[in-house]
Each structure stands twice: as C-alpha cells, then as structure tokens.
C-alpha cells in the first residue's frame, strides 16, 4: 500500500480499503482527479484508491505528476534527543531535493548538514519513503518524494538554522517534548516518520 498526503490528507493506494473508509475504484487515470478534487473540496479527511494492480495503479498516479525526489534525516544525538527544524510556522525535519547524480544517501546528509550546520552527521538506517503533491505557482502538479533516513551525531557543536531556506529555529528535542510541541505542529507525513522510526 501506498499513501500521499495531498493536502494534508491521506489518499491511499491498495487492493482493499479498510471497513468504513471512503473509495473510489481505479479505472483509469481520472480516478485521480477525483480523488484529489474530493480531498481537496471536501471535509474528508482520507480516501482510499482500490485496485487489484495496486504497483500498476501507483505507476499511473506517478506518471501524473512531475516527480521531484529529496532526502532527509532523523537525526538522534548522544542524550537521546531529536533534531527538528522550525520553518514558515511548523516543526519539520531537515531535508532537501537531489542534486544531479547525487545518491538518496548523500543527499539525506548532505541537506542535514547545510540546514542545520552540523558536520560529521552518521548514517545509521533508512527509515521510510513519504509522499506529498503540491502545485506550482504555473499550476504544474508536483509528487515529491522523500527518503528518510535514521541519523546519529555525537559531536558538540549547536546547530544553527539555514535562514536562507526559510528556517528560523534548530532544536533538539526530548521524546516528551516532542509530543508536547511537534505534534500537531507538523505535517501528517512527519508523524508517520516518527512513528515508523519508534519515536512515539
């Protein structure tokens, strides 16, 4: 199963949808209009697209959009606390497209490092894929796709926000404090990041 966060909510992809959810059949690539058009319109707040291809029915989704690939992390210092970003009003986790021929990997540290300021960030496991669509100011349709990344750094610098990028604060965050001031204050795509990393 696939899901995408289209504004803000959830439009899953997969054979079945679960008792008492909202679904439209996948015939073709109108299906996807609707979808969109309903959680965009609507008060719901997740629908489900079925299909018995569920691979074959997330290829034509794909092919939809333009498709934009970023990488970040989730970065866990010494103590036991989490790095988080604060950007245009909510709490996220650092992050940022590919560069040409670059691979996820680097770019995940890569875009930790610039927007936080910390050197010698370490790799320690890939977490999960998440999936948004935007539309761009032309109004072209946009899925990005984020690769996630489990982070440790041991180091003693302070991070120190990228205000170039939008960010205005780097904070390190207990797990107390994480649910005290992240969620709800972040988007639906990074408190799956952090339940799938065992965060909360």
């Known amino acids: 199963m696939y899901k995408v966060f289209v504004n803000e909510k959830q439009m899953s992809f997969a054979e079945n949808a679960d008792i008492d959810e909202k679904f439209l059949h996948f015939e073709d690539a109108h299906t996807f209009d609707i979808a969109v058009d309903q959680l965009e319109n609507t008060s719901r707040s997740s629908l489900a697209v079925v299909s018995h291809d569920v691979e074959g029915m997330w290829s ?64 320690e496991k890939f977490i999960s894929t998440t999936y948004h669509t935007y539309r761009e100011r032309d109004g072209k349709l946009i899925l990005k796709i984020t690769h996630w990344f489990k982070m440790k ?26 649910q005290d001031v992240v969620v709800g204050k972040t988007f639906r795509n990074i408190e799956l990041v952090l339940r799938e990393a065992g965060v909360f």
């Open 153 to 178: 750094y041991s180091g003693m610098d302070l991070p120190q926000p990228q205000t170039e990028e939008g960010i205005t604060e780097v904070r390190w965050m207990t797990r107390g404090e994480i």
């Open 60 to 123: 034509d989704f794909r092919k939809h959009y333009k498709n934009i690939e970023a990488a970040g992390g989730l970065v866990e210092n010494s103590e036991g606390k989490f790095l988080f970003i604060h950007r245009l009003g909510k709490w996220d986790l650092p992050k940022g497209k590919l560069e040409k021929n670059e691979t996820v990997p680097d770019a995940a540290v890569r875009e930790v490092s610039e927007e936080t300021a910390l050197s010698g960030v370490g790799l």
